[in-house]
Nanobody, 122 residues
Framework: QVQLVESGGGSVQAGGSLKLSCAAS?????MAWFRQAPGKEREFLAGIRENGGRTYYADSVKGRFTISRDNAKNTVYLQMNSLQPEDTALYYC??????????????????WGQGTQVTVSS
């Protein structure tokens, strides 16, 4: 029904930048980016409503990461600046047809990509 495919991950030096993309099929949903490092829980990073007018960020990335979308291309982006080694993780995009609670909750999202690796070296 809905397919999400992430791309744009890679290796970068601390202080560098990277831009992730998530190509989606189907209609525009509320979309978000999560990440998961080995041994840690999957954490919310940023979310954007279906019309692109409202965005939300975790405190850990606020001011450094920017989420955006291009509905004509059915693509969501995550611009990441001032990357730090602590940002190293597998990054996922996710989609929600509707929200029952906070968009920061993983349980709100029914659709997930397979992830793209981001590695930040010091």
């Amino acid at each position: 029904q809905v397919q999400l495919v992430e791309s744009g991950g890679g290796s970068v030096q601390a202080g560098g930048s990277l831009k992730l993309s998530c190509a989606a099929s189907g209609r525009a949903f509320t979309m978000a980016w999560f990440r998961q490092a080995p041994g840690k829980e999957r954490e919310f990073l940023a979310g954007i409503r279906e019309n692109g007018g409202r965005t939300y960020y975790a405190d850990s990335v606020k001011g450094r990461f920017t989420i955006s979308r291009d509905n004509a291309k059915n693509t969501v982006y995550l611009q990441m600046n001032s990357l730090q080694p602590e940002d190293t993780a597998l990054y996922y995009c996710a989609g929600a047809a509707y929200l029952l609670a906070s968009m920061m909750q993983r349980s709100q999202y029914a659709y997930w990509g397979q992830g793209t690796q981001v590695t930040v070296s010091s």
